[in-house]
């Protein structure tokens, strides 16, 4: 196995310790703890509660970084959403790849190998999809690109295929409509 260096840019400031990339605050942690905290939410909360807090807060963070790396790396439309695939793939969250992306509507096709939700179970198997946290990730850093491109997309995702059951190897979300009729969520929150 080869191992690489990351190609996030991580400052540490020696008087707090903090971290930093891109200028932005970051925390550095154990995946299990991370997971363990994520699994024990979902259980006090029941999964439903839970999906619906980690989808509005992920859609908001995710336009937000959107919006800041935009003008730190100066891009604009798709190719900031492609940035944000490249760059939680190099945060260890797992390998996102754009299977498709349609730059005149919004709808696209992501997927995910590696993801934490998967690899935290050490090959145990589950009948729901683990990794509906990424649900709110996509429709936030898309919207802001169609409010970039100067489009208003009303957009959801969808966990259409989960490595966790045993069956697949890899994860795969759909991003659509909102108002598509096709059994999604339809979570949204604007920032």
């Known amino acids: 196995m080869t191992s690489f260096d990351p190609e996030v840019p991580i400052r540490v400031d020696p008087e707090t310790g903090s971290w930093t990339t891109d200028g932005l605050p970051m925390v550095y942690l154990p995946r299990h703890f991370y997971v363990n905290h994520h699994d024990a939410f979902a259980a006090a909360l029941g999964r439903e509660a839970h999906a619906q807090i980690l989808y509005d807060a992920g859609y908001k963070s995710a336009w937000q970084w959107c919006e800041k790396e935009s003008v730190k790396h100066r891009l604009g439309g798709g190719a900031v959403f492609l940035h944000y695939m490249k760059r939680i793939s190099q945060r260890g969250w797992g390998q996102f790849t754009v299977e498709s992306f349609d730059e005149a509507t919004g709808f696209a096709r992501v997927r995910l190998d590696h993801s934490i939700y998967v690899c935290h179970q050490h090959g145990s198997v589950s009948d729901a999809g683990l990794c ?56 949204h929150s604007a920032p």
């Open 132 to 187: 509906y946290a990424f649900d709110g990730w996509f429709p936030g850093s898309l919207e802001w690109v169609g409010k970039n491109l100067g489009l208003k997309w009303r957009l959801s995702a969808s966990e259409i295929q989960c490595a966790g059951n045993g069956i697949h190897d890899h994860c795969i979300f759909s991003i659509h409509s909102r108002d598509d009729k096709d059994g999604t969520r339809g979570r």
